[in-house]
Nanobody
């Protein structure tokens, strides 16, 4: 069992940056993903990386603006978000899987509670 806790969300102006963190309760070798959800819509995939921090997949909507990294010493995965727009406003969730870290929610076993990101235009 792994608990995931996201942090780093907040209010930012359009064009700004934020870095989200996802801390695991213990050191893991799971592949990781980030998703986001806008009220009234399905949770959507953002990006994923291997247990070693190598990037796997990135959604077209954030490609070139968002990137993932990982610090095993801190049991933490990060989502660096740049050039934010109002379309990036959402609750952001991190997730972990021992299998393929793909686009589908069903790929992931463990989920955090989410952190709100609001981009003002």
């Amino acid at each position: 069992q792994v608990q995931l806790v996201e942090s780093g969300g907040g209010l930012v102006q359009a064009g700004g940056s934020l870095r989200l963190s996802c801390e695991a309760s213990s050191r893991t070798f799971y592949n990781m993903g980030w998703f986001r959800r806008v009220p009234g819509k399905e949770r959507e995939f953002v990006a994923s990386c291997t247990w070693n921090g190598d990037p796997l997949e990135t959604a077209d909507s954030v490609k070139g603006r968002f990137s993932m990294s990982r610090d095993h010493n801190k049991n933490t995965v990060y989502l660096e978000m740049n050039m934010l727009t109002s379309d990036d406003t959402a609750i952001y969730y991190c997730a972990a899987t021992s299998g393929t870290a793909g686009w589908a929610l069903r790929d992931y076993v463990y989920w955090g509670q989410g952190t709100q990101v609001t981009v003002s235009s």
